[in-house]
């Protein structure tokens, strides 16, 4: 059987990342394959990678929140599924770091399906009116299990017209403790951000805030025309010593607020490998601090570096609370992905707070599993509620969730029932309906859409949906799921090769090798 075992990960995210002290060395080959026991910490709700000591066999004290599966929900029961969306595409990086890099299958809870099939573009329909995205939908057998179907939706916003972008203010929050030192950490953030310099306009500003022992400001409110002067800003960058990240965080408010562009795009980018170590530290003070800063309309945008030390949970937690998203960045080809390909995603809100609710009919469903998504589902009650944060999906972005189901058994041909609810006979080619609440990204009041899922929905592309299907597909594999059946990664890679369509970038041809360099080190 190809099971994962619990082993150790480089992960860039956009976010908080683990505590200093990482060299970000690569693990000894000799201890490939090995499993790891995985901790319980002090909160309950996380996993760790123990260290293996000061001889970089192992990373040591990478976090990640505990996922438990979602499992089959009978619609008769619970015939609601709510969640909050999630655009996020750490995961994804992070496992092809594990793989690629450190030649080991990732931890079970580093995988989460969400932020992998998140990662990859599909050739989903745009809106053509004033709503922010279009609902796209697919229903075909499923994969792995000849018994039940598959339910594909996707998001998808109107792609980035960069003349029509609103001017940006921002101000690169950046972690320069000692444990950033390393080629992969502070030497590949500083190139990561020249690239996105070179895409900012006269119009945009931008300000610098360092923090390690203490926080500063190194540069303050520069026009984005003035290149040279951004540069020599970020290349004056040392690392070294301890990480007082709240201190920062509060700095970089402050200086975002007094540089702060009424209709534009006003986002801080926190760009770190540590835990903030020094002053505020404490996740829940963290969640607090970025919960009240937020409410000044400023966003949050999370980059992770490095390896070794890596909190994974912190820097989704923050980056969630700060109504932002994050990304981990392992190479220079993801920072060019992350700031430049898809630059309006990453800076450029549509919608905030956006949440999904599936209401599945009793008539054709008799039980669904939502796959992924695990740590963003809300109570059913949550959904109209608009003091509830939810997820934000920026310009460019699209959502893909994936629901497997089981079809309701054909109905004994007998007499027509007395009492049988005659507000259904009409709903017979329904399968679900899809509710969408959302929010203008200055707005505080919610907008509602609605969409009916038809069983022979089909207004997705089929190439595009057997894609997604090896995506979840290996998803589970590394996870060693219970619903994976006798599924196989050979089986993944040659309907991936059938499915990869038009891949100009190459994202579909890399996930195909990862999948062959992980069928070796089962």
């Not at 009650?381 to 189901?405: C, P, Q, R, W």
Request: glycine share 8%; with cysteine; charged share 25%.
């Amino acid at each position: 059987m190809y099971r994962l075992k619990y082993l150790s990960l480089t992960v860039l995210v956009l976010g908080i990342v683990g505590c200093g002290g990482g060299d970000g060395s690569t693990p000894d080959s000799s201890r490939r394959g090995s499993p790891v026991s995985v901790l319980p910490v002090a909160t309950s709700v996380a996993s760790s990678v123990p260290s293996a000591g000061m001889d970089g066999a192992l990373p040591n004290n990478e976090e990640y929140a505990l996922i438990h599966e979602n499992e089959f929900k009978d619609v008769a029961t619970s015939p609601l599924s709510t969640f909050s969306i999630d655009v996020d595409t750490a995961s994804y990086s992070n496992i092809r770091r594990y793989i690629s890099l450190n030649h080991q299958l990732p931890p079970i809870d580093a995988v989460r399906t969400e932020e992998m099939l998140n990662y990859f573009n599909y050739k989903y329909g745009e809106p053509n009116s004033t709503e922010p995205f279009k609902v796209n939908k697919y229903v075909g057998k499923t994969l792995w299990n000849e018994d039940s179907r598959l339910i594909q939706i996707g998001l998808q916003t109107k792609k980035v017209d960069f003349e029509k972008l609103p001017h940006s203010n921002l101000v690169f929050l950046l972690d320069v403790s000692g444990s950033m030192y390393a080629n992969n950490k502070l030497p590949l953030l500083q190139d990561s951000l020249k690239l996105l310099i070179q895409e900012l306009r006269e119009e945009d500003t931008v300000s610098i805030v360092v923090y390690a022992g203490s926080s500063g400001l190194v540069l303050n409110k520069a026009r984005g025309d003035e290149k040279g002067k951004i540069i020599e800003a970020i290349d004056s960058l040392r690392a070294g010593g301890s990480t007082a990240g709240g201190a920062g965080i509060e700095l970089a408010y402050k200086v975002a607020l007094e540089s702060f562009i009424k209709d534009g795009n006003n986002r801080i980018i926190l760009a770190t490998d540590g835990d903030f170590n020094v002053g505020v530290s404490s996740q829940r003070e963290l969640e607090d601090l970025i919960e009240e800063k937020r409410k000044s309309g400023i966003y949050l945008t999370v980059l992770g570096f490095g390896m070794g030390n890596y909190n994974d949970t912190t820097a989704e937690t923050l980056a969630d609370k700060g109504n932002g998203n994050y990304a981990y960045i392992d190479n220079l080809l993801e920072a060019k992905k992350v700031l430049v390909t898809e630059m309006g995603g990453t800076l450029y809100t549509v919608a905030k707070d956006v949440k999904i609710q599936v209401e599945f009919n009793p008539l054709n469903v008799s039980s669904y599993r939502l796959i992924g998504y695990e740590n963003r589902e809300l109570e059913n009650e949550d959904f109209n509620d608009d003091k509830k944060d939810a997820g934000e999906i920026g310009m460019g972005h699209s959502v893909t969730v994936l629901y497997e189901i089981k079809m309701t058994p054909e109905a004994p041909k007998v007499d027509p029932l007395k009492y049988q609810d005659v507000n259904l006979t009409g709903l017979k080619d329904e399968l679900a309906t899809v509710k969408i609440r959302y929010k203008e990204p200055d707005a505080n009041s919610s907008i509602l859409l609605s969409n009916v899922i038809h069983i022979d929905e089909k207004n997705i592309e089929k190439g595009e949906f057997d894609f997604v299907q090896t995506i979840a597909g290996f998803s589970m594999i590394l996870r060693d799921s219970k619903y994976r059946a006798d599924l196989t990664i050979n089986q993944l890679i040659e309907l991936a090769k059938k499915s990869k369509g038009d891949d100009k970038e190459g994202y579909r041809a890399g996930f195909i090798e990862l999948m062959k360099e992980a069928k070796g080190l089962d």
